[in-house]
């Protein structure tokens, strides 16, 4: 952390390194807005933004970004609203892999699937987070987005949710959103999730962002990488992991631009196009800011999932 803090109503705002609030622990700083309400979020979305939610599925440059940065705090991070019923609405902070146990304990089927990924629920409703056992998209029902500075709620069907991706309108917020799990016993939910379990075990436990680039059809990027012969390739403390070729694992002090460099040697090597699934921010290319509702030039616009 760099700089003061200071508190606003309901938000807590500092200047930090993003490096420390992603999973590969690179990247520059930027003003984070931890927002403990929704009229917290509302005023942190009246200038230029962007959300982070676990930080598992993005690069961020050495520069930084100059948009505020806003982050749901620990009022939306309660696994315990999921109950028996298996029909809840859930805090858009709440992390993926405590989800995923506490759904386990009450014997509710629908999220093994996605065990093992170290996703906040909104970065996961985002990415449609998933593995070929299942994704977030077949529980979720319902979002709470703040859009413009309102509150809207949409259906996942008007969500565009597809292989790691979602069709959200620019500049929603994922507050909420609403599963619907199906009952079930903790036996037999532990014992779908072996197979889940088994299929992610090769994978590197270094810090990383997960998979950088996504599966082209009928293929594996992991596999294509491997074929080139990349693993083990490195740009300064970027490297191409030994377990599996499709992470990218940070050796201690990656810096963002090591990591650039390593994606187009891929890039260059691999005969098939692929598509970064990584969400960049402050790098050419990258994933552009959202605009603050409050600087609109007209009225603010739809509430539609568009
Ligand atoms: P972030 O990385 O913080 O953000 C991703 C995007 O979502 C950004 O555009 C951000 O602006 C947006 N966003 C986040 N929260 C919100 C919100 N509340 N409202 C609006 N926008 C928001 N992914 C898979 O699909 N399957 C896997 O098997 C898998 N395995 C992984 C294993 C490891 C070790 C790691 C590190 C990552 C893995 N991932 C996997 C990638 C990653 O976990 C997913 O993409 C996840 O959905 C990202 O969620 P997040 O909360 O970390 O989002
Ligand atoms: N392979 C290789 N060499 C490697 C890695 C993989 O030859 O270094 C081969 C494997 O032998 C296999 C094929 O490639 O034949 C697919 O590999 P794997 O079973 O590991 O699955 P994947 O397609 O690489 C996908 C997701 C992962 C998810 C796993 C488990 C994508 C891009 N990746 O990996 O998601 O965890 O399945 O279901 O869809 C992520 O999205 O970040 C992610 C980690």
Not at 54 to 82: F, H, K, M
Not at 241 to 248: G, L
Request: proline share 6%.
């Amino acid at each position: 952390m760099s700089g003061p803090e200071s508190a606003r109503a309901g938000a807590t705002v500092a200047r930090l390194a993003l490096a420390s609030l992603t999973t590969l622990k690179v990247g520059g700083e930027a003003e984070v807005w931890t927002c403990d309400d929704d009229h917290a979020v509302r005023e942190a979305t009246r200038a230029d933004f962007r959300v982070i939610g676990g930080g598992s599925n993005l690069l961020v440059g050495d520069g930084g970004v100059p948009e505020r940065v806003v982050r749901l705090g620990r009022a939306y991070a309660d696994a315990r609203a999921l109950g028996a019923a298996g029909d809840a609405w859930l805090g858009a902070a709440v992390p993926l892999p405590g989800l995923v146990r506490h759904a386990r304990r009450l014997g509710l089927s629908g999220l093994e699937g996605v065990l093992g990924i170290p996703a906040q629920l909104g970065g996961a409703v985002v990415m449609n987070a998933g593995t070929r056992f299942g994704e977030i998209g077949d529980t979720l029902q319902e979002v709470e987005l703040m859009l413009d500075g309102r509150t809207v709620r949409v259906p996942a069907a008007d969500l565009g949710l597809a292989y790691r991706r979602s069709a959200l309108p620019p500049g929603a917020v994922v507050l909420r959103a609403r599963l619907r799990l199906t009952p079930s016993t903790p036996e037999r939910v532990a014992r779908a999730e072996e197979a889940v379990d088994a299929a992610r075990r090769g994978q590197p436990k270094a810090r990383s962002a997960g998979c950088a680039f996504k599966n082209p059809p009928g293929d594996a990027a992991g596999r294509l990488i491997d074929a080139a012969g990349l693993k083990g390739s490195r740009v300064g403390g970027a490297m191409i992991a030994h377990e599996h070729a499709n992470f990218v694992v940070n050796l201690g002090d990656a810096t963002a631009a090591d990591v650039v460099q390593l994606l187009e040697r891929v890039r260059a090597a691999v005969e098939v196009p692929l598509e970064i699934e990584w969400r960049r921010w402050g790098l050419p290319g990258g994933e552009p800011a959202a605009r603050g509702w409050d600087l609109h030039a007209g009225p603010a616009t739809g509430t539609g999932a568009g």
